[in-house]
């Protein structure tokens, strides 16, 4: 395919599942640009149409299936025009059914992974090819799911056009921790981490566009250990103070971290780089150790317990969501109760939680001692309960603080803006679009269950401000009932 210059189609991807998949989802769009493809928020009249997708528990993996029929029709509607459609799966439901994706909806033209979408436009070609009858390729769809063995970020370009004021960046890629219920290590492969010049590369690009705020991605995030232009290893803490140093970067986040690679130089940079945001995700899954070391976590709750008091002694006011799986193989009312207690006595500001979904191919899946559809239910409704009074809580005690809020995109209602706080917190004012992709220091005056609203208190007209200090809150143990 060759590269043109006005943007004269359309491309449409669609993102499930993880942040990782959402900053893919961007490269992909990266990579097309120059070939003419510009991004369209519909599939309706787009002549590619991705679906990046997510098979972490079986209901995404059925959400693809039910889009791609509805897909087919789109597709059959275009051609009856003489417009041709290209419809392609990538992500981790691509890199782990392959070929059966197409086998099982036909209408598939391309199915690649994770590690090929920088060779879409040949993909493209071959499948536009496959459609004509050129090039040998008629039947099946292209289908590309190596684990290559370049660098896929040495071959993505270098201008992003689709990240705005906060933006993602993937610094590690892969799992090598086996938890026996994920799929990941299978779906992503082996843990890698980008070299630490490459990211700061990557982070400076990022600022000089605009971006304020950075969230450093990865399937185990804090595991990074990329070479440094030093010739050393750089662990996590190393690289996150080197990006502080980058003039106009306001603020720094990182996720998925797991909990065994917290290290004492993370922990400190926590307290030591203002960048750094007082918000951590640090999924835990379960709070019964017995649990714990069937899942493969490699940690006890106390382990947990002691890490997290770790962290708030560097940072006092840091605010800790997780994420929970309940209904594990085996787990017993004594299990159960353990998370409560663990909950209880943590206290999150946020949390994602799962009922257990088996994984084909995982060990857990296997496992004889499966609990029912029902028992699931309960638990994740108990737990759930515990956690959305906690938030709640959390949210409350925001009221009559002003926070510093990096605006990023329209409110549903007129005039409204919407951005995030230090704390991760959804936080909705009235105030002008010239402030999209500012720091504005809100009051805030509501706190309710999922997002704050307030109004702003100041304003910075000349696009870049510093962060505004955040009034003091109590320390979110204080602020979650137990
Ligand atoms: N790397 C991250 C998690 C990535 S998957 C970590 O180690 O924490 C995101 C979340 O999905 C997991 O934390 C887990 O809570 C949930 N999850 C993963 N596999 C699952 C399964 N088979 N059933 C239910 N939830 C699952
Ligand atoms: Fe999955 Fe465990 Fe790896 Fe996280 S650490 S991605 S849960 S295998
Ligand atoms: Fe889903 Fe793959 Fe992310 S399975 S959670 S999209 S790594």
């Given at each position: ?5 006005p943007?004269?189609?359309k ?40 679906l990046?997708?997510?098979h972490i528990r079986?209901k ?10 509805r ?9 009856k025009?003489?417009?041709r ?5 990538a ?8 070929e059966?994706?197409?086998r099982r909806a036909?209408?598939?033209d ?8 920088h060779?879409?436009p ?5 499948a536009?090819?496959r459609?004509t009858?050129?090039g040998?390729?008629r ?5 590309d ?16 056009r ?6 993602f960046?993937?610094i590690?890629?892969?799992?090598d ?20 010049a ?11 566009g605009?971006?304020l ?6 399937q185990?995030?804090?595991?990074y250990?990329g070479?440094?232009?030093?010739g ?5 803490g190393?690289l996150?103070r ?7 970067l ?8 797991h909990p ?8 400190a ?10 918000y951590?995700h640090?999924?835990?899954?379960s709070?019964?150790d017995?649990?714990?070391d ?6 006890t ?10 962290l ?5 006011d ?5 994420d929970?799986?309940v209904?594990?193989?085996?787990e017993?009312d004594r299990d ?22 088996a994984?084909?191919g ?5 496992v004889?001692d499966?609990l029912?559809e029902?028992?699931k ?8 309960q515990i956690l ?5 809580a ?21 005039g409204?803006l919407v ?6 917190q959804?936080i909705?004012?009235?105030?002008p679009e010239r402030?999209?992709g500012?720091i ?17 208190v100041?304003?910075e007209?000349?696009g870049?401000?510093?962060p505004v200090?955040p009034s003091p809150?109590?320390?979110p143990a204080e602020r979650?009932?137990?």
């Open positions: 395919m060759s590269k043109t210059g943007l004269s189609k491309l449409h991807v669609k993102t499930y599942g993880c942040q990782m998949n959402v900053y893919d989802s961007a490269r992909m769009a990266d990579v097309m640009a120059p070939y003419g493809y510009a991004a369209s928020d519909r599939a309706d009249g787009a002549d590619l149409v991705i990046n997708t997510c079986e995404a993996t059925e959400k693809v299936y039910s889009e791609l029929g897909l087919r029709v789109m597709k059959e509607e275009a051609a025009e003489g417009r459609m290209l419809i392609a799966v992500g981790c439901v691509a890199q782990a059914e392959g059966e994706i197409v036909p209408v598939v391309m199915v690649f992974g994770p590690q090929t979408y060779r879409l040949e993909l493209v070609t071959r536009l090819g459609e009858g050129r040998g390729w039947g099946a769809g292209v289908v799911t190596d684990f290559p063995a370049e660098d896929k970020f040495d071959h993505l370009p270098e201008e992003s689709t990240q705005g004021a906060a933006a960046l993937s590690q890629e892969g799992c921790k086996f938890c026996t219920f994920c799929v990941v290590p299978y779906t992503r492969g082996a843990e890698f981490s980008r070299p630490a490459a990211v700061v590369a990557e982070a400076r690009r990022l600022v000089a605009g971006a705020e950075i969230t450093l991605l990865g185990n995030v804090n595991a250990h070479e440094g232009p030093d050393r290893d750089w662990g996590l190393r996150i080197a990006l502080a140093e980058i003039d106009g306001a603020r720094l986040r990182y996720t998925t971290s065994r690679d917290m290290d004492d130089d993370l922990i940079a926590h307290g030591e780089v203002p960048a750094l945001m007082p951590l640090l999924p835990v899954q709070g019964s017995r649990i714990l069937t899942m493969n976590r490699g940690h709750a106390d382990d947990y317990r002691r890490i997290v008091d770790r708030r002694d560097a940072r006092p840091l605010a800790l969501s997780s929970f799986i209904g594990f193989p085996g017993s159960f109760a353990d998370t409560l207690r663990l909950v209880r006595e943590v206290g999150f500001a946020q949390a994602y939680s799962f009922k257990y979904s994984r084909a995982t060990p857990a899946a296997s004889a499966q029912s029902a028992e239910s309960d638990r994740l409704e108990a737990l759930q959305n009074a906690q938030q709640r959390f949210n409350e005690a925001a009221v009559g603080s002003v926070q510093p809020v990096l605006f990023e995109r329209r409110g549903n209602r007129p409204q951005g995030r706080g230090p704390w991760m959804s909705h004012a009235e105030a402030l999209l500012a504005v220091g809100v009051a805030v005056d509501l706190g309710g269950a999922n997002s704050l609203s307030g109004h702003v100041t304003v007209t000349a870049r401000v510093d200090a809150q109590p320390p979650v009932p137990a």
